[in-house]
């Protein structure tokens, strides 16, 4: 029973994600995006520069699904972009399509043989079976405020603010968020302001000046330290 239970379930999540996948368009520029720019080009002059040095043809975007958002956030977790580049490479290989059945359906070597940790297995594995279980569960999270979304994501079990963050930064394209536990914008944001200590307290005073498009502002930050586009 319990066989044909989780046959039904991987059944229904499949029928779902291929939905999702039809209905959906993706790598569009958010709608917000040239006010964005034209905004912070105004009110930032170091942004500004930034802005007029990053090709036009790049933007946020979204070119995931809700699953593969998480679980690509969750592979990133307290690691470089490279590694986690590489990591991401070497797992499609040993499981072809990246969706909530492959992962679940894994065998635990094939997972490890890609260089994922034990404790992010165990988490990919967890958001696979919840996924499979509760299909529609991220797709009602669109319906909810930043600060909802984070409350809702953080409840699984692998997943923190920074990873509920990027949920909202790469699947929602929401425009105002500020992912302060991000080292790597920490670091881009640090070096183009010349910020002292305290870190967070005087970035917060900076980032009062990219009104309500912080988002826009962080993601052209990363590109001082990664000019390639990273995709959650």
């Known amino acids: 029973i319990i066989q044909l239970l989780d046959l039904k379930e991987t059944q229904i999540c499949v029928s779902f994600f291929l939905n999702t996948i039809m209905t959906r368009k993706y790598n569009l520029k958010p709608i917000y995006w040239h006010d964005a720019k034209k905004f912070l080009k105004s009110s930032d002059p170091l942004l500004k520069k930034i802005i007029q040095n990053t090709d036009n043809k790049q933007y946020l975007t979204i070119n ?136 967070n307290k005087n970035l917060l005073t900076i980032s009062k000046r990219w009104g309500e498009y912080k988002t826009v502002a962080v993601w052209y930050i990363w590109r001082i330290i990664d000019p390639d586009v990273v995709q959650y």
């Open 64 to 199: 995931s699904t809700p699953f593969q958002t998480l679980a690509n956030a969750i592979i990133g977790q307290q690691i470089s972009v490279a590694a986690a580049s590489s990591i991401f490479k070497k797992l499609k290989l040993q499981i072809k399509a990246f969706n909530p059945p492959t992962i679940r359906q894994a065998s635990e070597k094939q997972l490890k043989s890609s260089g994922l940790s034990r404790q992010k297995i165990e988490y990919l594995k967890l958001l696979a079976d919840f996924f499979i279980r509760n299909p529609r569960y991220f797709a009602n999270l669109k319906n909810l405020d930043d600060q909802s979304v984070i409350d809702e994501l953080v409840k699984l079990k692998g997943i923190g603010e920074w990873t509920a963050q990027m949920y909202l930064i790469f699947q929602l394209n929401r425009p105002n968020v500020i992912p302060m536990a991000d080292i790597g914008f920490i670091n881009s944001a640090k070096k183009l302001y010349n910020i002292k200590e305290p870190i």
